[in-house]
């Protein structure tokens, strides 16, 4: 069936810098993909969507400019958190969709120090 | 905006005893999926229904979809151990498609005592 990879798996990080996470669709293409932030306990929440060539929509509450998106192919998706805080340590989890059925990547743990 | 509400938040049974979480929607969906998520894993697509009323089987677990299409349940037969995780609802709103945004429920997590 359908893959979706992200890496890496885990970082930890100082306060303040930078984090690119990746999204691969690794046998399908993807003109849309979604990014999910998850707290422990808690459900998933959309963050952005994410469109192949074009700006991502974000919802409510999240800033663009502190996650930046970008889907550069139809099987690559980045999302870079910007200056991050402790506050934003949390799973990120990716997705896309092939006919009917949504994949997820196996999620990013990332730790803010 | 939509929300999609799941109960309960919590279920503990024992193995061999039945389960049943449910899911609610703010507003008439298109479609709703059904999730399950390990302890320390991503979700993983378990089914989607579609048509109002619809039911579908898959070995123990039965998912329904209310005729209104705001509601759904999934209901696992004679739990097992292999049954812990999460089980979330995602819906998409009516005129979405399956591709489009996906709202999920709370979760439900499943505990089986052997």
């Known amino acids: 069936g359908a893959v979706v990879s992200q890496h890496p798996s885990w970082v930890i990080c100082k306060s303040g810098t930078s984090v690119k996470i990746e999204c691969r669709s690794l046998d399908f293409q993807a003109t849309t993909m979604f990014w999910y932030r998850q707290f422990p306990k808690q459900s998933l929440m959309l963050m952005a969507t994410s469109n192949e060539g074009s700006k991502a929509t974000y919802e409510q509450g999240v800033e663009k400019d502190k996650f930046l998106i970008n889907h550069a192919s139809l099987t690559l998706s980045t999302l870079t958190v910007t200056s991050a805080h402790p506050e934003d340590s949390s799973f990120y989890i990716c997705s896309a969709s092939q006919r009917e059925r949504r994949f997820f990547g196996p999620g990013t743990r990332l730790t803010v120090l | 905006g939509q929300q999609v509400m799941q109960i309960p938040q919590y279920q503990h049974v024992q193995e061999g005893e039945d389960f049943t979480t449910y899911c609610n929607s703010s507003?008439?969906?298109?479609?709703i999926q059904w999730y399950k998520q390990r302890p320390g894993g991503h979700p993983v697509f378990l089914i989607q229904?579609?048509?109002?009323?619809e039911v579908k089987k898959q070995k123990r677990l039965t998912f329904q979809f209310g005729e209104a299409k705001k509601n759904s349940s999934l209901h696992i037969t004679a739990t097992q151990t292999t049954d812990v995780g999460t089980y979330f609802c995602a819906g998409s709103g009516a005129g979405g498609t399956s591709y489009g945004k996906l709202t999920f429920g709370q979760g439900t997590i499943l505990t089986v005592h052997p």
């Open positions: 229904l579609v048509k109002s009323g």
């Open positions: 507003t008439t969906l298109s479609n």
